[in-house]
Nanobody
Framework: QVQLVESGGGLVQPGGSLRLSCAAS????????MRWYRQSPGKQREMVAS???????NYADSVKGRFTVSRDNAKNTVYLQMNSLKPEDTAVYYC?????????WGQGTQVTVSS
């Protein structure tokens, strides 16, 4: 059974930082590309960061220079370090594991940026 479990969300003030984690089980984690998405009310889900099986990374323009994605294959975990958070970063954040046509989603973790 495949499970992706996100954690690390919460309430943070503008300018603050959070680190999200996504722990995977039931898959050969190291060969999967991993992605972080987010969705806020009334908006489409958007990809914010990705890291390939070879650790090549990509970011949405809106988070470049503020967010960093990384992975620890020994722990079957992908991370999203979020710095200089803005109110517009408020959303549910989801991780996704991708391998060609196979894809799995986590349940999401809420991030709220507010004073």
């Amino acid at each position: 059974q495949v499970q992706l479990v996100e954690s690390g969300g919460g309430l943070v003030q503008p300018g603050g930082s959070l680190r999200l984690s996504c722990a995977a089980s039931g898959i050969s984690f190291s060969i999967y590309d991993m992605r972080w998405y987010r969705q806020s009310p009334g908006k489409q889900r958007e990809m914010v960061a990705s890291i390939s099986s070879t650790s090549s990374t990509n970011y949405a323009d809106s988070v470049k220079g503020r967010f960093t994605v990384s992975r620890d294959n020994a722990k079957n975990t992908v991370y999203l370090q979020m710095n200089s958070l803005k109110p517009e970063d408020t959303a549910v954040y989801y991780c996704r594991a991708l391998l060609t046509l196979k894809g799995y989603w986590g349940q999401g973790t809420q991030v709220t940026v507010s004073s």
